[in-house]
């Protein structure tokens, strides 16, 4: 999902989806680290799609974008509840590595001689 291009994924993705894409895309910087992987809170997502939109997102918009994120781990991404009663996502730390490995620009930058 996250190799898919912007255009690609304003053609082919529903509005949660793409929230979702963009989430996953960025794990790294808006997750916790936590002893089974990154973790993202209700709230905290909140708190990005707000800042994505500049507006305030919905409960159920919130709720959705986490349901689609744990469709499209697999068994890499899970949905728990906290103690506390928190939605949480936790992404594992290999789903994790493989993002941010797919999402480095690898191109070879050409030297002047």
Known sequence: MCALSEDESQKHLTANQSRAR?????????????????AITSSRMRD???????KRIH?????????FL????????NKKETK???TV???S??????VV????????TPTIL
């Not at 990005?48 to 500049?54: A, K, P, Q, R, V």
């Not at 409960?59 to 349901?67: A, C, E, F, L, Y």
């Open 59 to 67: 409960r159920q918009t919130i709720q959705r974008v986490m349901d």
């Open 101 to 108: 490995t797919a999402s480095e620009n690898t191109t070879v």
């Open 93 to 98: 730390e290999s789903v994790v590595k493989d």
């Open 48 to 54: 990005i799609l707000s800042g994505m939109e500049d």
């Open 84 to 86: 506390g009663g928190k």
């Open 22 to 38: 963009k989430v996953a895309c960025r794990i790294q910087e808006y997750g916790k680290s936590v002893p089974a992987g990154i």
């Open 89 to 91: 996502v936790v992404f």
């Open 70 to 77: 744990e469709r499209f781990g697999d068994e890499h991404v």
